[in-house]
Protein backbone atom coordinates (compact mmCIF):
# COMPACT_ATOMS: atom_id res chain seq x y z
CA UNK A 1 0.00 0.00 0.00
CA UNK A 2 3.20 2.68 1.35
CA UNK A 3 4.68 1.83 -2.39
CA UNK A 4 1.41 2.70 -4.31
CA UNK A 5 1.42 5.75 -2.97
CA UNK A 6 5.17 6.49 -3.50
CA UNK A 7 3.85 5.98 -6.73
CA UNK A 8 1.05 8.44 -6.86
CA UNK A 9 1.53 11.68 -8.22
CA UNK A 10 1.12 14.19 -5.90
CA UNK A 11 -1.78 16.79 -7.03
CA UNK A 12 -0.55 20.30 -8.41
CA UNK A 13 -3.06 22.38 -7.60
CA UNK A 14 -5.76 22.51 -4.97
CA UNK A 15 -8.60 21.66 -7.47
CA UNK A 16 -6.87 18.58 -7.80
CA UNK A 17 -6.85 17.77 -4.51
CA UNK A 18 -10.42 18.32 -3.52
CA UNK A 19 -10.85 15.83 -6.81
CA UNK A 20 -8.68 13.43 -5.37
CA UNK A 21 -9.86 13.27 -1.53
CA UNK A 22 -13.12 13.08 -2.67
CA UNK A 23 -12.50 9.33 -3.78
CA UNK A 24 -9.34 8.27 -1.22
CA UNK A 25 -10.32 5.60 0.77
CA UNK A 26 -6.62 5.20 2.00
CA UNK A 27 -8.25 4.97 5.97
CA UNK A 28 -11.83 3.83 7.27
CA UNK A 29 -12.89 7.48 8.13
CA UNK A 30 -13.24 8.30 4.14
CA UNK A 31 -16.39 5.22 4.53
CA UNK A 32 -17.95 7.44 7.48
CA UNK A 33 -18.94 10.74 6.56
CA UNK A 34 -20.95 12.24 3.88
CA UNK A 35 -17.82 13.87 1.80
CA UNK A 36 -14.31 14.66 1.83
CA UNK A 37 -13.85 18.50 2.83
CA UNK A 38 -11.55 20.10 1.22
CA UNK A 39 -9.72 22.91 2.51
CA UNK A 40 -11.18 27.26 2.07
CA UNK A 41 -8.87 29.85 0.18
CA UNK A 42 -7.63 31.56 -2.45
CA UNK A 43 -3.35 31.54 -1.99
CA UNK A 44 -2.51 32.64 -5.12
CA UNK A 45 -4.92 36.19 -4.58
CA UNK A 46 -3.44 39.41 -4.22
CA UNK A 47 -4.92 39.93 -0.62
CA UNK A 48 -3.78 36.75 0.90
CA UNK A 49 -2.18 37.10 4.08
CA UNK A 50 0.10 34.17 4.16
CA UNK A 51 -1.41 32.36 7.33
CA UNK A 52 -3.11 28.58 6.96
CA UNK A 53 -5.02 27.79 9.68
CA UNK A 54 -5.60 24.34 10.55
CA UNK A 55 -8.29 21.71 12.15
CA UNK A 56 -8.83 18.55 13.30
CA UNK A 57 -11.73 17.45 10.66
CA UNK A 58 -14.54 18.51 9.64
CA UNK A 59 -17.45 18.62 11.71
CA UNK A 60 -21.19 16.93 11.23
CA UNK A 61 -22.37 20.94 9.50
CA UNK A 62 -18.81 20.42 7.82
CA UNK A 63 -19.56 17.34 6.55
CA UNK A 64 -22.73 18.25 5.51
CA UNK A 65 -21.71 21.80 3.60
CA UNK A 66 -18.60 20.72 2.34
CA UNK A 67 -16.81 23.26 3.61
CA UNK A 68 -14.68 23.80 6.67
CA UNK A 69 -14.99 25.24 9.96
CA UNK A 70 -18.74 26.62 8.94
CA UNK A 71 -20.49 24.90 12.54
CA UNK A 72 -20.16 26.05 15.88
CA UNK A 73 -16.61 25.95 16.49
CA UNK A 74 -15.57 27.77 12.93
CA UNK A 75 -18.36 30.96 14.27
CA UNK A 76 -15.94 30.97 17.26
CA UNK A 77 -12.83 31.03 15.34
CA UNK A 78 -14.34 33.51 12.84
CA UNK A 79 -15.44 35.95 15.65
CA UNK A 80 -11.57 35.76 17.26
CA UNK A 81 -10.45 36.52 13.62
CA UNK A 82 -12.96 39.12 13.25
CA UNK A 83 -11.84 40.94 16.38
CA UNK A 84 -8.21 41.01 15.23
CA UNK A 85 -8.84 42.40 12.05
CA UNK A 86 -8.12 39.19 10.52
CA UNK A 87 -10.52 38.47 7.42
CA UNK A 88 -10.95 34.75 7.30
CA UNK A 89 -10.59 35.26 3.13
CA UNK A 90 -7.38 36.24 3.41
CA UNK A 91 -6.34 32.58 5.34
CA UNK A 92 -6.57 29.34 3.95
CA UNK A 93 -8.56 27.07 6.40
CA UNK A 94 -8.12 23.50 5.87
CA UNK A 95 -7.98 20.50 8.53
CA UNK A 96 -5.88 17.96 9.02
CA UNK A 97 -8.28 14.75 8.28
CA UNK A 98 -10.53 15.10 5.19
CA UNK A 99 -13.23 12.95 6.58
CA UNK A 100 -15.66 13.33 9.37
CA UNK A 101 -15.54 10.33 12.09
CA UNK A 102 -18.15 9.59 14.03
CA UNK A 103 -20.39 7.21 15.86
CA UNK A 104 -24.36 7.12 15.86
CA UNK A 105 -26.04 8.24 18.91
CA UNK A 106 -29.37 7.80 18.51
CA UNK A 107 -30.58 10.23 15.76
CA UNK A 108 -27.19 12.45 16.10
CA UNK A 109 -23.50 11.83 14.85
CA UNK A 110 -21.16 11.94 17.56
CA UNK A 111 -17.52 13.20 16.60
CA UNK A 112 -14.84 10.94 17.40
CA UNK A 113 -11.06 12.51 17.10
CA UNK A 114 -9.00 10.32 14.29
CA UNK A 115 -6.07 8.36 15.85
CA UNK A 116 -2.94 9.13 15.12
CA UNK A 117 -2.85 6.71 11.96
CA UNK A 118 -5.44 8.36 10.47
CA UNK A 119 -3.90 12.06 10.78
CA UNK A 120 -0.64 10.23 9.62
CA UNK A 121 -2.40 8.75 6.11
CA UNK A 122 -3.95 11.86 5.49
CA UNK A 123 -0.87 13.42 5.71
CA UNK A 124 -0.20 12.64 2.49
CA UNK A 125 -2.84 15.16 1.44
CA UNK A 126 -2.20 17.53 3.87
CA UNK A 127 1.35 17.89 2.76
CA UNK A 128 0.38 18.25 -0.75
CA UNK A 129 -1.77 20.87 -0.10
CA UNK A 130 0.46 22.76 2.22
CA UNK A 131 3.13 22.47 -0.81
CA UNK A 132 0.74 24.16 -2.70
CA UNK A 133 -0.80 26.84 -0.81
CA UNK A 134 2.85 27.80 0.43
CA UNK A 135 2.01 29.74 4.18
CA UNK A 136 4.47 32.11 5.73
CA UNK A 137 2.61 30.86 9.11
CA UNK A 138 0.68 28.35 10.06
CA UNK A 139 -1.83 28.03 12.92
CA UNK A 140 -2.60 24.75 14.10
CA UNK A 141 -5.75 24.38 16.47
CA UNK A 142 -4.92 21.45 18.72
CA UNK A 143 -3.30 18.17 18.94
CA UNK A 144 -4.14 16.40 15.65
CA UNK A 145 -3.31 19.37 13.49
CA UNK A 146 -0.34 20.10 15.39
CA UNK A 147 0.50 16.37 14.28
CA UNK A 148 -0.18 16.64 11.23
CA UNK A 149 2.57 19.92 11.03
CA UNK A 150 4.79 17.90 12.94
CA UNK A 151 4.21 14.01 12.47
CA UNK A 152 4.75 13.42 16.18
CA UNK A 153 2.65 13.66 19.00
CA UNK A 154 2.72 17.49 20.42
CA UNK A 155 1.78 19.03 23.76
CA UNK A 156 -0.34 21.85 22.28
CA UNK A 157 -0.21 23.34 26.65
CA UNK A 158 3.36 22.95 26.03
CA UNK A 159 4.59 24.04 23.01
CA UNK A 160 2.07 26.99 22.67
CA UNK A 161 3.14 30.94 22.48
CA UNK A 162 6.28 30.20 20.40
CA UNK A 163 6.78 30.00 16.77
CA UNK A 164 8.04 26.52 15.74
CA UNK A 165 10.73 27.27 12.81
CA UNK A 166 10.09 25.07 10.16
CA UNK A 167 12.40 23.84 7.34
CA UNK A 168 11.05 25.41 4.57
CA UNK A 169 11.66 28.90 6.40
CA UNK A 170 7.78 29.09 7.59
CA UNK A 171 6.42 29.77 11.32
CA UNK A 172 4.24 27.20 13.10
CA UNK A 173 2.19 28.43 16.14
CA UNK A 174 0.02 26.29 18.24
CA UNK A 175 -2.79 26.56 20.00
CA UNK A 176 -5.72 24.63 21.60
CA UNK A 177 -9.33 24.14 19.17
CA UNK A 178 -11.76 26.49 19.57
CA UNK A 179 -14.28 23.23 20.31
CA UNK A 180 -12.20 22.73 23.56
CA UNK A 181 -13.64 26.32 24.50
CA UNK A 182 -16.68 25.58 23.89
CA UNK A 183 -16.49 22.75 25.83
CA UNK A 184 -16.04 24.84 29.17
CA UNK A 185 -17.45 27.05 31.46
CA UNK A 186 -17.42 29.99 33.86
CA UNK A 187 -13.91 30.70 34.83
CA UNK A 188 -12.01 28.29 32.79
CA UNK A 189 -14.03 28.99 29.76
CA UNK A 190 -12.60 32.50 30.38
CA UNK A 191 -9.26 31.77 30.91
CA UNK A 192 -8.96 29.59 28.26
CA UNK A 193 -10.18 32.08 25.73
CA UNK A 194 -7.97 34.42 27.18
CA UNK A 195 -5.24 32.49 26.37
CA UNK A 196 -6.93 31.11 22.95
CA UNK A 197 -6.93 35.26 21.77
CA UNK A 198 -3.10 35.62 22.96
CA UNK A 199 -2.24 32.47 20.50
CA UNK A 200 -3.93 34.57 17.89
CA UNK A 201 -2.65 38.05 18.60
CA UNK A 202 1.15 36.53 18.58
CA UNK A 203 -0.16 35.33 14.86
CA UNK A 204 -1.40 38.43 14.01
CA UNK A 205 1.66 40.20 15.17
CA UNK A 206 3.68 37.71 12.64
CA UNK A 207 1.77 38.75 9.58
CA UNK A 208 2.18 42.29 9.62
N1 LIG B 1 -13.49 21.57 13.58
C1 LIG B 1 -12.41 21.39 12.81
O1 LIG B 1 -11.36 20.99 13.26
N2 LIG B 1 -12.52 21.65 11.54
C2 LIG B 1 -13.61 22.09 10.98
O2 LIG B 1 -13.62 22.30 9.78
C3 LIG B 1 -14.73 22.29 11.82
C4 LIG B 1 -14.65 22.02 13.11
Redesign the pocket.
Known amino acids: KAGEREERVRPASLAEVAQAIATCRDCPIAECGTRA?PGEGTPDAPDFSGLMIV?????D??DLAGR????P??QLLDDHLARIGIERGAAY?T??VKHFKFTWKGKHRLHQSPGAKEIDTCRWWFDAERAIVQPRIVLA??A??ARAMLGRTVSVTRERGRPVMLDDGSELWLTV???YLLRLDGDARQAQTALFAADLAAVKGRLA
Open positions: VGEQPGQEPFVGAGLNALGSAHPS
